[in-house]
């Protein structure tokens, strides 16, 4: 039987993309997926097709900036399946930008997200693997923390707080829990949408249309880490289309 039958997984920002593979999978494969993101319509649909394919989903409003929120989809996993084994900390946006923009709210709102939202995920999620005596935090990174390029700063800068964060939670975990992530390069998504500077977004979404891997190819990177023994950690992934340089 597969590591990842029963297992009990919450995945943010699954209402699309890269969340939206790794629900699918993740229920194909036999877990209980509890899905959150902001826009519920699309968990809704989401969960139903779970659902009705033979799998197990629920879903909450989920905005990982306002802590209650996320310690309210933990609380929801624990009270209908009576445990968490698995947090994936994927919700996350790109509005990329130079500085010379001074786009502050953007900065501001990648912060928000990318960094606080992981967190505030360690947070509600943390206390609950401590208690059980086992859990896995898989963390959603990128390729663009790697390889810093212009208009990539800020957004780089959340996801190397959240690659250094994951280190010293995982040396911090002990024999028990294990801390995954995962940098993926260009992936075929919505991401390009959170984009507020519409020159980047064309660039970015030109070079998607170039190479960018399925979602899906990301999904089987969470279920590899997932699905292995509970005394093998898998540290570290990069995932990028082979025709990504940089
Ligand atoms: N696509 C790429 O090329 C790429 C490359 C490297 C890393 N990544 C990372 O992969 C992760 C997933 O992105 P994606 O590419 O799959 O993009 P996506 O299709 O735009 O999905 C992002 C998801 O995050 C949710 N989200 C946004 N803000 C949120 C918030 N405040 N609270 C809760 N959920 C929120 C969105 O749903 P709602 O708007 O409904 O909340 C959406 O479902 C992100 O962390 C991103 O940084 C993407």
Same mark, same amino acid.
């Given at each position: 039987m597969s590591e990842i039958q029963g297992k009990v997984v919450i995945i943010t920002g699954a209402g699309s993309g890269i969340g939206q593979a790794t629900a699918l999978l993740l229920a194909e494969r036999g877990a209980k997926v509890v899905l959150g993101a902001r826009r519920t319509e699309r968990l809704e649909a989401l969960a139903q097709r779970i659902v009705d394919a033979g799998g197990e989903a629920i879903y909450a409003a989920t905005d990982v900036k306002r802590r209650d929120d996320v310690e309210a989809l933990v609380n929801l996993a624990c009270e209908r399946y009576g445990k968490l084994d698995v947090f994936v900390n994927n919700a996350g946006i790109g509005p990329i930008s130079l500085f010379d923009e001074l786009r502050v709210d953007d900065w501001d709102e990648m912060i928000d997200v990318n960094?606080?939202?992981?967190?505030?995920?360690?947070?509600?999620?943390? /206390?609950?693997?401590?208690q059980q005596g086992f859990g896995h935090f898989v963390n959603i990174i990128s390729t663009a923390g790697l390889i810093i390029k212009p208009t990539m700063g800020v957004y780089a800068g959340t996801k190397n707080a959240v690659r250094t964060l994951s280190e010293a939670l995982r040396q911090e975990a002990g024999d028990k829990l294990r801390v995954t992530g995962i940098s993926p390069g260009f992936v075929r998504t919505e991401f390009a949408d959170?984009? +507020?500077?519409? #020159?980047?977004?064309?660039?970015?979404?030109?070079?998607? #249309?170039?190479?960018?891997? /399925?979602?899906?190819?990301?999904?089987?990177?969470?279920?590899?880490?997932?699905?292995? /023994?509970? #005394?093998? #950690?898998?540290g570290?992934?990069?995932?990028?289309? +082979?025709?990504?340089?940089?």
């Open positions: 960094l606080k939202g992981v967190l505030y995920g360690i947070a509600a999620a943390l /206390p609950v693997f401590r959170s984009m +507020t500077d519409l #020159e980047v977004k064309s660039q970015i979404v030109e070079r998607m #249309e170039q190479m960018a891997l /399925p979602p899906e190819a990301v999904a089987r990177c969470v279920a590899f880490a997932i699905e292995q /023994p509970a #005394e093998v #950690e898998v570290d992934i990069v995932i990028r289309p +082979t025709a990504q340089g940089g």
